[in-house]
């Protein structure tokens, strides 16, 4: 089945500089968008920047000029580069991906939405 697998989150200074990673596997044959969320206590997930399969790259207005979002189709990975960071941007961060194929090996191929499991940010000095 189709799985994502995050990584590159925990503790940073204020100003520091943070890298996530979010891999895909499984059947999978066709990707088109892919996107990182923030979560924060209390609050509703909220989209932090979106890349679409052509490259074209979107960002919370937060959050613009400082991360940089991009993405490997050949390793199926979407990155979130975190640069100057703040006390702000604490949360869990969670990946996503609109992926053609299989989400289960019985199941038919068709288009979903998946999300990572969510790697914690904490920005604090």
């Known amino acids: 089945q189709v799985t994502l697998v995050e990584s590159g989150g925990g503790l940073m200074q204020p100003g520091g500089s943070l890298r996530l990673s979010c891999a895909a596997s499984?059947?999978?044959?066709?990707?088109?968008?892919m996107g990182w969320y923030r979560q924060t206590p209390g609050n509703a997930r909220e989209k932090v920047a979106g890349?679409?399969?052509?490259?074209?790259?979107n960002y919370a207005d937060s959050v613009k000029g400082r991360f940089t979002i991009s993405r490997d189709n050949i390793k199926k990975t979407v990155y979130l580069q975190m640069d100057s960071l703040k006390p702000e941007d604490t949360g869990v961060y969670y990946c996503?991906?609109?992926?053609?194929?299989?989400?289960?090996?019985?199941?038919?191929?068709?288009?979903?939405?998946?999300w990572g499991q969510g790697t914690q940010v904490t920005v604090s000095s």
């Open positions: 890349i679409t399969s052509g490259g074209a790259a």
């Open positions: 996503t991906q609109n992926i053609y194929g299989r989400s289960q090996a019985t199941s038919p191929v068709g288009w979903n939405d998946y």
């Open positions: 499984g059947t999978i044959f066709v990707i088109d968008t």
